[in-house]
């Protein structure tokens, strides 16, 4: 039975005060692009009109981490790169969520170097991995999706 109907019928709706938070915190999420590199062009296709991510409730991107509860990080992130990348993870506001997006992000990728971070899970509490070089902007739509189905179910992530 849909939300409509049990309205119509009943004239009221029950729930869990958690339930309504987790509902209102899914359907408004707001990304912050830390476009690093390459897979930044990708990230930036979500937002126009063929991928549409405003359909999921995240419409505007942020370029503020005090506006912002998910930070999309991606591209290869250098360890140079990794400190400032944890300083604006922790100017957000709780709560936070997190999306390594590509290959290079999630594990460094081609580039086997001293400089590069062999994963931004060595500092970051990455919530969604995304694969592919660069990824699609299906692929980070379905993250988002999979993050959304997360904090639905009240998924918080861990501390670091």
Known sequence: MGLEEKLNRDGFITSKLDAMINWCKKNSLWP?????SCCAIEMMHTAGP????SRFG???FRFSPRQSD???VAGTTTYKMAKV??????????????IAMGVCTSSGGMYRTYSVVQGI?????????VSGCPPRPENLLNALIKLQEKIRKGGINKKK
Request: proline residues 8%; aromatic residues 14%; charged residues 25%.
């Open 50 to 53: 063929r991928f549409d991510i």
């Open 70 to 72: 998910v930070m999309i």
């Open 58 to 60: 995240s419409e505007v």
């Open 85 to 98: 990348v944890r300083k604006i993870y922790d100017q957000m506001a709780e709560p936070k969520w997190v």
């Open 32 to 36: 912050m692009p830390m476009g690093i």
């Open 121 to 129: 899970d060595q500092f970051l509490p990455v919530d969604v991995y």
